[in-house]
């Protein structure tokens, strides 16, 4: 198993660009999130999902998009990108009937100019 | 907002020594969880310890909970070089099946 996958590794983006990170998992979880990771502070959650077809809002959603079509994948937008978007990325996965470990893919390190 | 603090920031021990790291909370959880994150990579899954028990243990780790005192302890026994990361509590509560919160997390440095 690959686990939690994530692209890109690192982005640079100018302000205003959009973009999307890409997230996929290949353990048949149907609980899937996004974290980011700001210099000095744990992991602030922006969105999840609960299955195909359901996302909500997590602590720091402004800014951002998700959406669930597939079991596998739960891809992050950046609608226009702000520098206070600048930050590491990381989507998480996890079996629905907890409680149960959740599994970080590696981070997209992004950078907003 | 951060659920959780830690304390201490930051550790710096030398090998085969003990560390302990604290992880304070402040609404009522399910379960508290611990991670550890190595130099710009993701976090890896240590123990999970439900709101129903004390103490757990896992190899080298033992993580003790205080649901009255709304505290938890992360102890390494000891220690190796390769123990050197961040470790972070996180907390899950309530109806927030998933929903994980956050400490700040404890920089640990173990010297050969």
């Known amino acids: 198993n690959a686990g939690v996958t994530q692209t890109p590794k690192f982005q640079v983006l100018k302000t205003g660009q959009s973009m999307t990170l890409q997230c996929a998992q290949d353990?048949?979880?149907?609980?899937m999130s996004w974290y980011r990771q700001d210099p000095g502070m744990g992991l602030r959650l922006i969105h999840y999902?609960?299955?195909?077809?359901?996302?909500d809002q997590g602590e720091v959603p402004n800014g951002y998009n998700v959406s669930r079509s597939t079991t596998e994948d739960f891809p992050l937008r950046l609608l226009s990108a702000a520098p206070s978007q600048t930050s590491v990325y990381f989507c998480?996965?996890?079996?629905?009937?907890?409680?149960?470990?959740?599994?970080f893919g590696p981070g997209t390190r992004l950078t907003v100019l | 907002s951060q659920q959780g603090e830690e304390d201490p920031q930051a550790l710096s021990i030398q090998e085969g020594e003990n560390a302990t790291m604290n992880c304070s909370y402040k609404?009522?959880?399910?379960?508290l969880q611990w991670y550890r994150q190595n130099s710009g990579r993701g976090l890896v899954h240590l123990i999970l310890?439900?709101?129903?028990?004390r103490e757990k243990h896992s190899g080298r780790l033992r993580v003790t909970l205080d649901t009255s005192k709304k505290s938890s302890s992360l102890l390494i026994t000891a220690s190796r070089a390769a123990d050197t990361a961040s470790y972070f509590c996180?907390?899950?509560?309530?109806?927030?099946?998933?929903?994980?919160?956050f400490g700040q997390g404890t920089i640990l440095t173990v010297h050969p």
């Open positions: 998480a996965s996890t079996r629905l009937a907890g409680p149960n470990e959740q599994f």
């Open positions: 353990m048949n979880h149907e609980y």
């Open positions: 999902s609960v299955g195909a077809g359901i996302t």
């Open positions: 609404t009522s959880i399910n379960n």
């Open positions: 310890i439900r709101s129903n028990e």
């Open positions: 996180a907390t899950e509560g309530g109806t927030s099946y998933g929903k994980l919160t």
